[in-house]
Nanobody
Framework: VQLQASGGGLVQAGDSLTLSCAAS??????MGWFRQASGKERQFVAA????????YYADSVEGRFSISRDNDKNMVYLRMNNLEPEDTAVYYC????????????????????WGQGTQVTVSS
């Protein structure tokens, strides 16, 4: 199984950016995005179930970020609006074979596979 994240870059505060994650080699009932800023622990950003009917967000991104998926293309996306310098981090996508829920989505142990990460830098 493999997850490949892309779409990161350098943007200004207030800009938008969409990250993509391509999954292959397996069906992940749950997908998530995490991020890790330099010198800090990895933190949960967003998660989504297989149908896309349930999504979960960290408080820090609620209302600004949106997670979605296209199962026909084996893709998951993270649309990030109104970016802030505090959003600067390496963003990782992750896949969970057994799905995610409101309690399990934010827990990194839920996930079975991780992508390599894509850097997002937001300048002020």
């Amino acid at each position: 199984v493999q997850l490949q994240a892309s779409g990161g870059g350098l943007v200004q505060a207030g800009d938008s950016l969409t990250l993509s994650c391509a999954a292959s080699g397996g069906i992940f009932l749950g997908m998530g995005w995490f991020r890790q800023a330099s010198g800090k622990e990895r933190q949960f950003v967003a998660a989504i179930n297989y149908s896309g009917s349930s999504t979960y967000y960290a408080d820090s991104v609620e209302g600004r970020f949106s997670i979605s998926r296209d199962n026909d293309k084996n893709m998951v996306y993270l649309r990030m609006n109104n970016l802030e310098p505090e959003d600067t981090a390496v963003y990782y996508c992750a896949g969970a074979f057994n799905g995610v829920g409101s309690y399990t989505g934010p827990y990194d142990g839920t996930y079975d596979a991780w992508g390599q990460g894509t850097q997002v830098t937001v300048s002020s």
